[in-house]
């Protein structure tokens, strides 16, 4: 006969207090993440800190970012060789596919990282102190009724560090570079030319989702994976998609045939982003797509979208108002993860330039006179406006005006 079940073995089998400690769900730990202030999600930098700044702190683990390159691709692929380079010093693995170099070459081209450079640890602060030491010595210089303006704050970055900094002048020793694990895809040795395929996504973009497929699985990246304690991420750069060199008509035609098929990759890429531990930076020469319509379904599959427009060949080159930037930056898309209202900085007036050693974003300001030395009208003028003048009843001559 069983026992009767008393109340003292009850209150034993139940906890005495109906105060529990609240238990947080805790995020993977891998080195070079951070949760998010913002919306805890998992993020990584891109390697530019101003970028990282703009997007709301970092990239988001499970999340795309589209970089529209800019007229010559100079500048689109220096923001992928700082996210590769970032990846390489975190530790984490990364996929490079490209159809119109091979990815091992630009791989070498990876900018060296700056490790003994404790000014640029802090590049807030120090432009804030040299622009007030700038602003004592050229005080004079400056006209009165530009003294009491307050000083606009140009750089953009944020009051803790995240990610390192680079050299652009130098490259990254074989040693660091050959530390990480790379996976590449070069389109001419994965089946030759491209070909479209029965479906709606071409050949080309087909045999890279598999590899990515692959990767993912292979390497632990995936949901379906048994948790290890060691996990890592997995950094794809994706170069140039929608180029005919992957056998797009994007770029070709106003109304293209294979319309579908950037689109259809996008849909298959972000699904595989979401069930697993990695993050994507894919560049696309938006400004050889014809068609706005195609570019904008495009802009709304990714969570990031940036678009660079560089200076380069155009009459803003030698205009002297951007004299300082080599050109401006526009953000298409923001991500809103885990919150309907995200809150992010000001997205205005946004311009990029690359300095010896770094590329920066910052807010686009324009000085009150372009000119180094103040502007004053000559003595001619005044007595040609004087004389003009003299009409209404002043009694100013040429060798005698007003000056204010």
Request: aromatic share 6%; with cysteine; proline share 5%.
């Amino acid at each position: 006969m069983a026992a009767p079940v008393t109340n003292s073995s009850m209150r034993s089998s139940v906890n005495p207090t109906s105060f529990q400690k609240k238990t947080r769900s805790k995020l993977v730990s891998i080195p070079g993440t951070r949760p998010s202030v913002q919306n805890g999600q998992l993020i990584v930098s891109t390697g530019v800190t101003s970028l990282d700044y703009l997007i709301g702190g970092g990239l988001a683990v499970g999340t795309l970012l589209l970089i529209e390159e800019d007229r010559y691709d100079s500048y689109s692929r220096t923001v992928l060789k700082y996210f590769l380079a970032e990846g390489v010093l975190c530790g984490h693995e990364l996929f490079v596919a490209s159809a119109q170099e091979n990815p091992d070459d630009l791989l070498q081209e990876l900018p060296a990282p700056i490790l003994d450079d404790i000014a640029s640890h802090q590049p807030l602060e120090q432009q804030m102190q040299l622009g007030g030491h700038h602003a004592n010595q050229d005080s004079m210089k400056i006209a009165w009724r530009y003294q009491n303006l307050p000083k606009v704050q140009t750089a953009l970055a944020s009051s803790s560090r995240f990610g390192h900094y680079y050299d652009v002048s130098k490259t990254m020793e074989p040693e660091i570079r050959q530390a990480a694990k790379c996976h590449s895809f070069y389109l001419p040795q994965h089946g030759g030319e491209p070909s479209a395929a029965r479906s709606r996504m071409l050949e080309s973009y087909s045999a890279l989702l598999t590899s990515l497929q692959d990767v993912i699985h292979r390497g632990g990246f995936d949901g379906a994976a048994p948790p290890s304690k060691s996990r890592n991420v997995l950094r794809i750069g994706l170069h140039s998609l929608g180029s005919p060199l992957w056998g797009d008509d994007l770029c070709c035609r106003d109304d293209p045939r294979h319309g579908h098929a950037l689109t259809t990759f996008l849909y298959g890429l972000r699904a595989l982003l979401r069930s697993s531990l990695s993050v994507a930076v894919v560049t696309v020469p938006a400004h050889l797509i014809q068609n706005r319509a195609l570019m904008s379904s495009i802009t709304r599959l990714c969570d990031n979208a940036v678009a660079l427009e560089s200076f380069k060949g155009s009459r803003k080159e030698t205009n002297p108002l951007y004299k300082d930037y080599h050109g401006l930056l526009h953000v298409r898309q923001v991500p809103h993860l885990n919150c309907l209202v995200t809150e992010l900085p000001d997205h205005k007036d946004l311009a990029f330039k690359l300095k010896r050693k770094q590329f920066t974003i910052e807010r686009l300001h324009l000085p009150p006179d372009l000119s180094e030395t103040a502007s004053r009208v000559s003595r001619a003028d005044l007595a040609g406006a004087a004389m003009a003048g003299s009409a209404c009843g002043s009694t100013a001559s040429g060798n005698k005006h007003l000056d204010f």
